[in-house]
């Protein structure tokens, strides 16, 4: 028995992510550890599915964006390091310390006021301090606030100052330029920071454009993320082919409806498109709701039978139209919208071009609604998400999985 009711699943291959992160392994220094970067819900893939992948195939640390991602982590018991990349509100942080949680700062105020939080209520804070070498999105960028904001962390009792660490604008770019003045600058503020006496923690700055570019740069820890799913940060950086990645991530659908016009005939909202007599029309059950992006009307594609066909009509909220032009399509007929079948691929890198964006644009879009099932050696070991979660918790039970 199938274990969700809607014919629309992402399907993830958890063997890619375990090659990837062993392809990253083997680039980085041995000493350089691998920090997984699951955030936005491990870029669409599903957080914790991944990040258990992750650790048990070389990664030895954990990132997300917010505190909520990290309690959804320790909820599922893992209990790994974990930093949450971002800002976090003063008033959120008795659930890092309570969760072991690792927190970025990059202002003396409030280290102040987690240092009285900490001496009324106890309890131990690790934090990395983030610096501004030219991302120009939080950080501290001068060195006096740096050494500032250390020095306060270093006498505040409680708290460890456990990483530095900055981000790069332009790592995955062919002009070097950028990223090398950005790494000039944080190669300056650690010998300030050394120069005054202090042990470095932690130093990091490699995601994994530079992880792939400059692995010489790995310090303690590489912050790995588009590459964990086999999606290369760039096309430059893709075509120096210096580390085999293996993407993760395929969409599927099944035909829910197929017909044949007796005479020529408008297709979806708007009437945009007119199917001639005799042309197959196939409904498939996706749509913009799902995080399949309505700019795909008229111009995006999927594979049936190992052969593209074209979306004819708009992206609905819940359905896509495709006219099949040759063989006889039916109810039923698995429908690949991102992902291979056969010798066909539609790859996240076409679809973000095809949409002005990239490739974390569009895993990140797929939400909630539609199933991730995890599959190794082919096989189907898990599932998560979707709405129809209550319906699974019988009907896992029923399939198996
Ligand atoms: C601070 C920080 N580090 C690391 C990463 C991972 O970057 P990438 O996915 O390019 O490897 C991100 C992602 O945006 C980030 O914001």
């Known amino acids: 028995m199938k274990p969700f009711a809607r014919d629309t699943w992402i399907e993830i291959d958890l063997d890619a992510i375990a090659s990837n992160v062993q392809a990253l392994r083997r680039h980085i220094p041995s000493h350089t550890q691998i920090m997984a970067v699951v955030k936005a819900d491990g870029y669409g893939h599903g957080s914790t599915t991944i990040a258990k992948e992750a650790l048990s195939n070389g990664a030895s640390r954990l990132a997300v964006a917010a505190l909520d991602e990290a309690l959804v982590l320790r909820r599922a018991g893992i209990t790994a390091p974990i930093l949450v990349l971002g800002y976090t509100p003063i008033e959120a942080i008795t659930n890092a310390i309570h969760e072991n949680i690792e927190l970025t700062v990059y202002h003396v105020d409030w280290v102040e006021e987690a240092a009285r939080l900490l001496q009324a209520e106890g309890g131990h804070l690790a934090l990395h301090v983030k610096v501004d070498t030219g991302m120009g999105r939080i950080g501290v960028r001068e060195e006096e606030e740096v050494l500032k904001l250390v020095e306060r962390i270093n006498s505040s009792a409680g708290i460890e100052w456990a990483g530095i660490f900055t981000h790069f604008a332009c790592a995955d770019e062919e002009d070097t330029t950028h990223v090398t003045e950005q790494h000039v600058r944080f190669q300056q503020l650690l010998t300030v920071l050394k120069e005054a006496g202090n042990m470095l923690p932690l130093v990091h700055c490699n995601n994994t454009a530079a992880a792939i570019l400059f692995p010489e740069w790995g310090y303690d820890l590489i912050r790995l993320g588009i590459g964990l799913y086999g999606l290369y940060p760039s096309l430059y950086v893709k075509q120096q082919g210096r580390v085999t990645l293996t993407p993760a991530l395929s969409l599927k659908s099944r035909i829910a409806h197929i017909k044949t016009l007796p005479q020529k005939a408008s297709i979806s909202y708007g009437a945009t498109y007119y ?75 076409e679809i973000a071009t095809l949409l002005g964006t990239i490739n974390y644009e569009i895993s990140c879009m797929l939400n909630y609604r539609i199933p991730r099932v995890y599959v190794r050696n082919g096989q189907y070991v898990g599932i998560c998400h979707g709405i129809a979660n209550n319906f699974l918790q019988e009907s896992r039970k029923k399939a198996g999985i």
Do not use: H
């Open 275 to 349: 199917a001639d007599s005799n042309e197959q029309i196939a409904t498939v059950p996706i749509g913009y709701g799902d995080g399949f992006s309505r700019q795909l009307s008229n111009r995006g594609s999927a594979i049936w039978s190992g052969k593209r066909v074209p979306i004819v009509g708009r992206v609905c909220m819940d359905q896509i139209m495709l006219s099949i032009p040759e063989g006889t399509a039916n109810v039923g007929d698995e429908v690949v919208l991102y992902g291979r079948q056969g010798q066909e691929e539609i790859s996240l890198d």
